[in-house]
T-cell receptor, first 114, second 111 residues
Framework: DTGVSQNPRHKITKRGQNVTFRCDPISEHNRLYWYRQTLGQGPEFLTY????????KSRLLSDRFSAERPKGSFSTLEIQRTEQGDSAMYLC????????????FGSGTRLTVV | QQQVKQSPQSLIVQKGGIPIINCAYE??????FPWYQQFPGKGPALLIAIRPDVSEKKEGRFTISFNKSAKQFSLHIMDSQPGDSATYFCAARWSARQLTFGSGTQLTVLP
């Protein structure tokens, strides 16, 4: 599989629970991005990594959100104490540093907080 | 300054028509303007992109027109087909950073 893989595809959780999503980028892509997309809106930037270093975080990324990319390969996004407002599609994208046009998005994880 | 404003919100055309989607930006530091196509349940997929030193770019049935002085760019889909029915997003990026997306246009092409 040469695409960006995200798991799970869907997650339903009760308010207050913690959830973790995983993104497996294209293997040679050293940049990895997380976006959040709510219904009827465009994706909004959350954070990005170059290899294992987290280089930028959006103000949208509250203290309840944490992302890691421990070995510069896959990444995880954890949301603690979920709130109903966290319900959204969480998208991961990756690219190489040099291929500046080559953002490839995964199919996302749809989170529903009930 | 980081916003990209997209219009219309939705668009319905007959097969063979030429839907046009428009975007406007404020940040003159933006240096890359892609368009993405998204089908339900899927992530956005790159359709076509342009840099600000070019006024027009064509790839197949898709054309980007770019007006640097007006800070506007648009997507034209020639000979539209029902399979083009999807949500289209414009985006912009500066200095190799993250993409800033418009709010999307839901296109329906009637058979």
């Amino acid at each position: 599989d040469t695409g960006v893989s995200q798991n799970p595809r869907h997650k339903i959780t009760k308010r207050g629970q913690n959830v973790t999503f995983r993104c497996d980028p294209i293997s040679e892509h050293n940049r990895l991005y997380w976006y959040r997309q709510t219904l009827g809106q465009g994706p909004e930037f959350l954070t990005y990594f170059q290899n294992e270093a987290q280089l930028e975080k959006s103000r949208l990324l509250s203290d309840r959100f944490s992302a890691e990319r421990p070995k510069g390969s896959f990444s995880t996004l954890e949301i603690q104490r979920t709130e109903q407002g966290d319900s959204a599609m969480y998208l991961c994208a990756s690219r190489t540093t040099t291929e500046v046009y080559g953002y490839t998005f995964g199919s996302g994880t749809r989170l529903t907080v009930v | 300054q980081q916003q990209v404003k997209q219009s219309p919100q939705s668009l319905i055309v007959q097969k063979g028509g030429i839907p046009i989607i428009n975007c406007a930006y404020e940040n003159t530091a933006f240096d890359y303007f892609p368009w993405y196509q998204q089908f339900p349940g899927k992530g956005p997929a790159l359709l076509i992109a342009i840099r600000p030193d070019v006024s027009e770019k064509k790839e197949g049935r898709f054309t980007i027109s770019f007006n640097k002085s007006a800070k506007q760019f648009s997507l034209h889909i020639m000979d539209s087909q029902p399979g083009d029915s999807a949500t289209y997003f414009c985006a912009a990026r500066w200095s190799a950073r993250q993409l800033t997306f418009g709010s999307g246009t839901q296109l329906t092409v009637l058979p």
